[in-house]
C-alpha cells in the first residue's frame, strides 16, 4: 500500500510562531496535497502541488505556504501561526489526475495556544 | 469553488440494518466519485469508489449509486456492524481538476 508520512504526528505551537508540517511519500506519486479537517467542514483543501518545484493554492490558502523540493516531499508552512489554525491536517498524495485513489497521512494535530 | 454537499452529517443505525449516505456535487464535470472512510484518531481510507461510466458498484457489503441527471451518489451500507461505526466521506473529481472535493463528512454509529 501506497506510503505517506507525516511529521510531527503532534505539535503545540504558541501564536506568531513558525511551523513547519512535514511529508514524506515513497509512491514516486506525482501530486501531493495538505487538507485540514475541523468538524463541520470536513477535509478542506489548502495547498497541493503536481511535482518538484510546483505549489498551487487550494480553497483556503491564506495563512500557509507550501514547498515541494523533491518528489517524496512536501511540507506546509505556518510562518505566523493562529489559533485559528488549530485543526488536525493530512498530507496526500495520488498518481497523475484527479480521478485517482488518494492515499492520505496518519495526520499531525496542530494546536496554536 | 466547487462543493460536495453530505447528508446527514450523523447517522444512528441498528446492528444489521442498512445505512445510507447521499452527496450532491455542482460540477457536470466531474466524473470520479469514491468514498473514504476514516476512523477514530486514523486517515481516512478508500472504501469503494465509482466513475461516471457505470450508474452501480457493489463490493461486500457496500453498494454506490451514481445518477449523474441529479448530480447525486449515495452510498449504501447492508447488514451494519459495529466494525461499520466511523466517519465516511464522499468525494467527487474530474479529469484535469486540481484535486477532490470533499462533502463534510457522515458520522454513523452503529449499536447492538
Known amino acids: 500500500e501506497a506510503a505517506v508520512t507525516q511529521s510531527p504526528r503532534n505539535k503545540v505551537a504558541v501564536t506568531g510562531g513558525k511551523v513547519t508540517l512535514s511529508c514524506n511519500q515513497t509512491?514516486?506519486?506525482?501530486?501531493m496535497y495538505w487538507y485540514r479537517q475541523d468538524t463541520g467542514h470536513g477535509l478542506r483543501l489548502i495547498h497541493y502541488?503536481?511535482?518538484?518545484?510546483?505549489?498551487e493554492k487550494g480553497d483556503i490558502p491564506d495563512g500557509y505556504k507550501a514547498s515541494r523540493p523533491s518528489q517524496e516531499n512536501f511540507s506546509l508552512i505556518l510562518e505566523l501561526a493562529t489559533p485559528s489554525q488549530t485543526s488536525v491536517y493530512f498530507c496526500?498524495?495520488?498518481?497523475?489526475?484527479?480521478?485517482?485513489?488518494?492515499?492520505f497521512g496518519k495526520g499531525t494535530r496542530l494546536t496554536v495556544v | 469553488g466547487e462543493q460536495v454537499e453530505q447528508l446527514p452529517s450523523i447517522l444512528r443505525v441498528q446492528e444489521g440494518s442498512s445505512a445510507s449516505i447521499n452527496c450532491t456535487y455542482e460540477?457536470?464535470?466531474?466524473?470520479?466519485f469514491p468514498w473514504y472512510k476514516q476512523e477514530p484518531g486514523e486517515n481516512p481510507k478508500l472504501i469503494i469508489d465509482?466513475?461516471?461510466?457505470?450508474e452501480r458498484k457493489q463490493t461486500q457489503g457496500l453498494i454506490v449509486l451514481l445518477d449523474k441527471k441529479a448530480k447525486r451518489f449515495s452510498l449504501h451500507i447492508t447488514d451494519t456492524q459495529p466494525g461499520d461505526s466511523a466517519m465516511y466521506f464522499c468525494?467527487?473529481?474530474?479529469?484535469?481538476?486540481?484535486?477532490?472535493?470533499f462533502g463534510t463528512g457522515t458520522t454513523v454509529s452503529v449499536s447492538p
Open positions: 496526500a498524495s495520488a498518481g497523475t489526475g484527479a480521478n485517482t485513489e488518494v492515499f
Open positions: 509512491n514516486n506519486h506525482n501530486n
Open positions: 502541488s503536481y511535482g518538484a518545484g510546483s505549489t
Open positions: 460540477n457536470s464535470a466531474s466524473n470520479y
Open positions: 465509482i466513475r461516471s461510466n457505470m
Open positions: 468525494a467527487a473529481a474530474y479529469q484535469g481538476g486540481r484535486a477532490l472535493i
